[in-house]
């Protein structure tokens, strides 16, 4: 399990190289030259004399691999540039933005962990029975209704219609921000935080949670019909004892897996929840920073992005491994 | 020995015992009407092809099926019958006194739990031994199933076990408990030939230590011989032929079974000489014929059209405790294996 792990963590390495990579030949790939936009944008005309000096000052006329190097050289010691738009750091406004966006992601995970898994569960240990059927069916809106449907909905139901017929202070939840913004122990709301946590976490939540529902069903409902299962019941085990000592942990392998990517997505991908809801995270700014071309914080924000991935992956992996010993054994025999 | 385990009352009786599965072509008679008993101690094999209701009645003894609905019959076990017992003592029974080995051990065994910690659950359910004592005793178990290495190997995974060493983990399983009975549904199918002998041997040995009876499942009479004390035959879901096995073997009297022990490859025939299948199809457990199932396939069909008309039967051939079910059995006095191979490859 160790050696596994060691050699998992030195995977990371060529990993980021690659991504390090790739976001630096966007830089060259995406429309409009660097100092021009800088300079002022790519829809006015700028004094040439002003992008020869961005170029001087940026090392932008540079043979390609001594750019490259410099990259290298300056995102290692974590300088990563500042905005073209108003000079702003990018290392602040990710202080910021990646905070929040990891704080709503952890709140969206444990959603989809605690039901997903649960539903799915009830719904595979239930099978063709009314619950199951209706999970079926709210599963599959739940997974196709479009992020700011759903949360324009929400809104109208926690927040405007209280607001409206005066229901008590306590029921109403607040729709855009992120309100006093105080937290402990990193992720839990004090103050009235949580009435701005809620429904943002939720909306993000909702697809990824009726897809690990699904998922936990169909690999349930595989597990059960499984020949160890049998064993266990012959055993003497009773029905419940055999899900709960052999069958949980077989069927939680390809959950584990969606689980991990979604956590990557909802910190990246969240752009739709967090326009809805006007939540300060990093989707919706590198969704921004795209628009405006302000290509340092687009390279910047992405780059934690893909960190953030890198680290969940190798968490999902190692919970793999710590799951199911084939994986983690057959890698060890075959080193 | 025999005539004194005759004497003493069974261990396992069944009655009658008729399950069915409801399915949207008819009703499966997977199991149709079987009666036997299993005594003390001894070997008692189950014979049969492929679908004709051996491994599901084993699994009904156990009470494992989800979707069989027993029609008819009982499971005395120790006087008491399985079949009305409710859940929770069926429960307690399984595994601690009748204890079952699968045919395919790679997918009987859980993948993600370590082989020790398999075999220590059966003692930790019905011993209540700690998770100390339960390892103590898989590693116990593990060494008296031969695997050597015993504590090293009940650390390690079942895929990390070769498809012998996991019949054998499986056998350490069933019988952690020391079960008065063990149900072994086709213990040999999925391994090699060299080491399905091996395999027997351990359960064989196991056998006697332990002092329990065994129901061994099979599609393979060549396993059978030499190992079981009696031996029932089954076809399309009934039995069409039991007896102890020197009268099975030598003095068969079903066409069935005759067909069966005429089919087996033999060691010193001439390299020329062909293997002699039945002919024709398996019966469906559909669309039962109303006789004997086996009538369309049999070539000593009566003239009188008895066969397919009424079912047979169990009478007794050849001696007492030798049954057959077969209309025919009196003209059938006499035919040997011989025979009927000779018929069959025309010579």
């Avoid at chain 1, 004094?47 to 932008?60: H, K, T």
């Avoid at chain 1, 969240?270 to 969704?287: D, H, N, Q, R």
């Avoid at chain 2, 003390?40 to 209701?53: D, H, K, L, N």
């Avoid at chain 2, 022990?261 to 398996?282: C, F, K």
Wanted: aromatic share 8%; proline share 5%; charged share 20%.
């Amino acid at each position: 399990m160790f050696r596994y792990i060691v050699r998992r963590i030195l995977l990371i390495i060529p990993t980021i190289f690659l991504a390090l990579s790739f976001l630096f030949a966007l830089f060259f790939v995406l429309p409009g030259d660097p100092a021009t936009l800088m300079a002022g944008g790519a829809n006015r005309i700028v004094d040439p004399g002003v992008v020869e000096r961005i170029n001087e000052r940026y090392g932008l006329d540079d043979p390609l691999l001594v750019q490259f190097g410099d990259y290298w050289k300056r995102t290692l010691q974590w300088d990563l540039g500042e905005s073209f738009q108003n000079r702003r750091s990018v290392n602040d406004i990710l202080g910021d933005k990646a905070v929040n966006s990891v704080r709503l992601a952890i709140w969206a995970t444990l959603i989809e962990v605690v039901f997903g898994i649960s539903i799915g569960l009830l719904s595979a240990m239930r099978r063709y029975s009314i619950s199951d059927k209706l999970t079926t069916v709210v599963t599959a809106v739940a997974s196709a209704v479009p992020v700011f449907v759903l949360g324009f909905l929400l809104q109208y139901a926690f927040a405007v219609q209280p607001h409206k017929h005066g229901w008590p202070d306590w029921m109403r939840l607040r729709t855009q921000g992120i309100g006093p913004n105080t937290w402990t122990l990193f992720f839990i709301p004090t103050g009235q935080t949580w009435r701005y946590l809620v429904l943002p976490a939720v909306v993000l939540a909702a697809g990824s949670t009726a897809l690990a529902a699904r998922m936990t069903r169909g690999s349930m409902l595989e597990v059960l019909g499984a020949d160890y299962m049998r064993t266990a019941r012959a055993k003497g085990l009773d029905g419940h004892q055999a899900v709960w000592h052999h069958g949980l942990r077989n069927a939680m392998l390809p959950v584990v897996t969606l689980i991990g990517i979604d956590f990557g997505l909802v910190i990246g991908a969240a752009v739709l929840t967090e326009k809805t809801f006007s939540w300060p995270g990093l989707g919706s700014e590198i969704a921004d920073s795209v628009i405006s071309r302000d290509l340092p914080v687009t390279m910047g924000l992405t780059l934690v992005v893909v960190l953030a991935f890198t680290v969940v992956n190798l968490v999902v992996d190692v919970s793999y491994a710590w799951l199911d010993p084939r994986i983690r054994l057959g890698q060890d025999r075959n080193s | 020995m025999i005539e004194f385990a005759a004497s003493a009352p069974p261990l396992l009786s069944v009655r009658d015992l008729r399950a069915y599965f409801d399915t949207n072509d008819g009703v499966v008679r997977a199991v149709d009407g079987v009666s036997f008993d299993v005594r003390r101690g001894e070997v008692f094999a189950v014979v049969g092809e492929s679908g004709s209701g051996k491994s599901v009645m084993a699994t009904t003894i156990m009470g494992l099926p989800r979707t069989v609905r027993i029609a008819s019959g009982e499971v005395r076990w120790k006087g008491r019958d399985l079949l009305q017992l409710p859940e929770s003592e069926h429960r307690r029974i399984r595994g601690k006194e009748i204890a079952m080995i699968f045919q395919d051990p790679l997918t009987a065994l859980n993948p993600v739990h370590q082989v020790g910690r398999q075999i220590g659950e059966m003692a930790r359910i019905h011993e209540g031994l700690s998770r100390k004592a339960a390892g103590r005793r898989a590693i116990e178990m593990l060494d008296l199933v031969g695997i050597p290495e015993a504590a090293k190997r009940a650390r390690m995974y079942p895929h990390e076990f070769s498809g012998g060493m996991r019949q054998r983990a499986m056998i350490a399983m069933a019988i952690t408990c020391r079960p008065d009975l063990l149900i072994a549904d086709e213990p040999t199918t999925a391994l090699d030939v060299t080491v399905q002998a091996q395999v027997l041997e351990v359960l064989m040995r196991i056998k006697d230590e332990i002092d329990s009876a065994i129901m061994l499942i099979t599609h393979d009479l060549g396993v059978v011989a030499g190992l079981a004390d009696r031996v029932m035959v089954m076809y399309a879901g009934r039995t069409v032929e039991v007896g102890t096995a020197p009268e099975l073997f030598y003095r068969a009297r079903h066409p069935y079974t005759l067909g069966l022990l005429a089919s087996l490859a033999r060691l010193g025939a001439r390299r020329d000489e062909p293997l002699v299948p039945i002919p024709g199809a398996p019966a469906s457990s559909i669309e039962v014929p109303p006789g004997c199932a086996f009538n369309p396939r049999c070539s000593f069909v009566s003239s009188d059209g008895r066969c397919a008309q009424t079912r047979p039967e169990l009478r007794e051939a050849t001696a007492p405790g030798h049954l057959a079910a077969c209309h025919e059995l009196e003209a059938l006095d006499g035919v040997s294996v011989e025979s009927v191979r000779r018929a069959g490859t025309g010579r």
